[in-house]
């Protein structure tokens, strides 16, 4: 038999559509002996050892990801490209018919994750060479983005800060063409939100990056922007293998841009 006050909270901590880990499930107030007991009678369904749900419809990559967010105690947000498409700011075509998440946390991924079996593939990249812990953890440069209704919202990076997490990618895992035709979109980025992310960064190649496509499309924040102030380091920086070098901003690009 499962204690009705044990079963209340349980309902209360897990709604359907979202996944717990039974460390987490314990740590909330809910004792092993009642969690192994709804295991037994199905109340609890395994997704991977020691992780569960309430139903047994298929879990979304965004009940996924609300459900690592809601349960590390460290900021971890769906960022870069991910981030502007949900927000509307990429309208790029993939042919990868699987969804691709960019997800990023000073955290590594847990286990079970790569275990559910999930709508989409969730890409984790690690924060810790691109910001410091205070930005990561800054809500002036995240956003919600609301998803089920009864269910918390998804908190993912807002574009000026995605935008950024993306060019640290370039050129392994984004091209410079990609990155180029996103920032063409990129017209209305505040620039008081640009200053203190340029300033934290701690990636001088998105940095450039950034400055040399803001600079190349002109757009109306930029002349606002005081690159003298964002630690961009010395030497020359290759973007790619024998693209041209711009001098402004001391790194090589491509030759057709």
Request: proline share 7%; charged share 20%.
């Amino acid at each position: 038999m499962l204690n009705s006050e044990s079963r209340t909270l349980l309902k209360a901590l897990l709604p359907v559509g979202l996944i717990a880990t039974k460390g987490w499930l314990r740590a909330q107030g809910l004792t092993l002996h009642f969690i192994d007991n709804a295991v037994k009678s199905r109340t609890l369904l395994p997704l991977a050892p020691g992780v569960y749900v309430r139903d047994e419809s298929p879990i979304t990559w965004q009940g996924a990801v609300i459900s690592l967010q809601r349960m590390q105690d460290v900021p971890m947000q769906i960022g870069g490209l991910s981030a502007l498409a949900l927000t509307g700011l990429s309208h790029y075509q993939t042919r990868n018919k699987t969804v691709e998440i960019s997800f990023y946390s000073a955290e590594k991924p847990p286990a079970w994750l790569n275990k559910l079996n999930l709508n989409a593939h969730i890409e984790w990249h690690s924060t810790r060479r691109l910001w410091p812990d205070v930005i990561i953890a800054d809500a002036r440069y995240l956003r919600t983005h609301p998803w089920r209704e009864g269910l918390p919202a998804l908190t993912l990076s807002g574009p000026e800060k995605a935008i950024l997490e993306l060019l640290s990618l370039v050129p392994k895992q984004i091209s410079v063409e990609h990155a180029d035709y996103l920032m063409q979109g990129l017209s209305t980025l505040s620039p008081r939100k640009l200053e203190p992310l340029l300033q934290a960064s701690l990636s001088v190649k998105s940095k450039r990056l950034f400055m040399w496509l803001a600079q190349r499309h002109n757009h109306p924040w930029f002349k606002y922007l005081k690159p003298e102030q964002y630690n961009l380091g010395s030497g020359k920086r290759s973007i790619v293998q024998a693209g041209r070098l711009d001098t402004t901003w001391n790194i090589t690009v491509p030759k057709e841009i």
